[in-house]
Nanobody, 124 residues
Framework: VQLQASGGGLVQAGGSLRLSCAAS????????MGWFRQAPGKEREFVAA????????YYADSVKARFTISRDNAKNTVYLQMNSLKPEDTAVYYC??????????????????WGQGTQVTVSS
């Protein structure tokens, strides 16, 4: 599966953005879909994941209650709605697809397909 992320940009603190991840080649309905991010000088960080059925979501504590991951299987697209953005959310965001076991949803090594990344910058 090939992934193409979009929707990043510059926003003020407290604002919102919605990232999209369009998949091609395979249907996303068979994959666990997720988002990771990496800020300059920092390690790659788990943000959110969505089970293949879409029935279960998982979030990093730092984004819980502010971010929402969702999928539209008909459009073969995954979304990350980001509200109440903070300067510390500034990073390159990557969408991912894979078949990790449940205990590895937060581990980037569980995902074998990565999008190219989209920059999110939150100004204070």
């Amino acid at each position: 599966v090939q992934l193409q992320a979009s929707g990043g940009g510059l926003v003020q603190a407290g604002g919102s953005l919605r990232l999209s991840c369009a998949a091609s080649g395979r249907t996303i309905s068979r994959y666990v879909m997720g988002w990771f991010r990496q800020a300059p000088g920092k390690e790659r960080e788990f943000v959110a994941a969505l089970s293949w059925s879409g029935g279960n979501t998982y979030y990093a504590d730092s984004v819980k209650a502010r971010f929402t991951i969702s999928r539209d299987n008909a459009k073969n697209t995954v979304y990350l709605q980001m509200n109440s953005l903070k300067p510390e959310d500034t990073a390159v965001y990557y969408c991912v697809a894979g078949k990790p076991i449940l205990s590895s949803y937060r581990d980037y090594r569980g995902y074998n397909a990565w999008g190219q990344g989209t920059q999110v910058t939150v100004s204070s």
